[in-house]
């Protein structure tokens, strides 16, 4: 695992961006897991211009959506689906088979979750994943005490992921459950990068990159994958012991 910190959330998220244009440079046929929320918003945004203006062929890239929240539709801007399809997928106009995101609305989440997985294998996994940091050291809805053998996955949400998760939304809304890609694709990914800005990230960042290696932070994987790339701010870094 490699850590990089930044002066500030600007500078991580153009190297974040870079990282993913890279990506797709290097191997335009790319599969890509993106995840939803507040601190990848502006990467995907300089991601998706710098796209553009390079000319970068982004045709035959996979977007892969991390997660969902359960009972809520697609159109609802609190969802993942209308945060990817806003934010990446509607700017590169990307074709409905570029791209797979968890229908949270399903009568089958179990067969979902096996679609998910079938969709991602038949790709040849994961090239990179993105992902962010929740408050309790969850990667997507991998909750503290997951298992790090699953794949894609049905899971009781944490309280703190409930509430905290409530600001996406323009009225209280019942979250209870979510879908995601397990902690297994994040092992199994050529390259995972976490994202984390903020003070409020300094505490849960500091568990996860001096504090035991454990499933109680589920973020704490992240030290054991080979090709695994941290991007912080001085913010959330601001109670290391030591930094790179």
């Known amino acids: 695992m490699i850590l990089n910190v930044f002066d500030d ?18 191997k335009p046929d790319s599969v890509i897991c993106f995840a939803s929320g507040e601190t990848p918003l502006s990467a995907y945004s300089l991601f998706t211009t710098l796209m553009m203006a390079e000319q970068i062929d982004y045709q035959h890239f996979t977007l892969i959506g991390l997660d ?7 159109e609802n801007h609190g969802s993942c689906a209308w945060f990817l399809r ?19 609305m399903t009568s089958d989440l179990p067969g979902e979750c096996v679609a998910m997985d ?5 790709r040849g996994g994961l090239d990179l994943i993105v992902v962010g940091i929740g408050m309790n050291g969850h990667i997507g809805f991998n909750e503290p005490g997951v298992s790090p053998d699953l794949y894609s996955h049905v899971i009781e949400l944490d309280e703190i992921t409930s509430t905290v998760g409530q600001k996406y939304f323009k009225e209280e809304t019942r979250l209870t459950k979510g879908i995601t890609l397990g902690i297994r694709h994040l092992r ?27 499933m109680e932070v589920p973020a704490t994987i992240m030290r054991e994958h080979p090709n695994g790339l941290v991007l912080i701010d ?3 870094a601001s109670l290391l012991t030591a930094r790179e």
């Open 188 to 214: 199994e990914a050529k390259t995972a990068m976490l994202l984390a800005s903020g003070e409020r990230k300094a505490p849960i960042m500091k568990a996860t990159l001096e504090g035991e290696i454990s």
């Open 9 to 26: 959330h600007t500078d991580l998220s153009f190297q974040a961006a870079r990282i993913i244009c890279d990506q797709i440079k290097a």
């Open 68 to 74: 969902e929240w359960v009972g809520v539709p697609p």
């Open 86 to 104: 806003t934010n990446v997928i509607n700017p590169l106009n990307l074709l409905p088979g570029q791209y797979r995101l968890f229908d949270g």
């Open 234 to 236: 001085q913010k959330a």
């Open 118 to 122: 079938e969709f991602i294998s038949e």
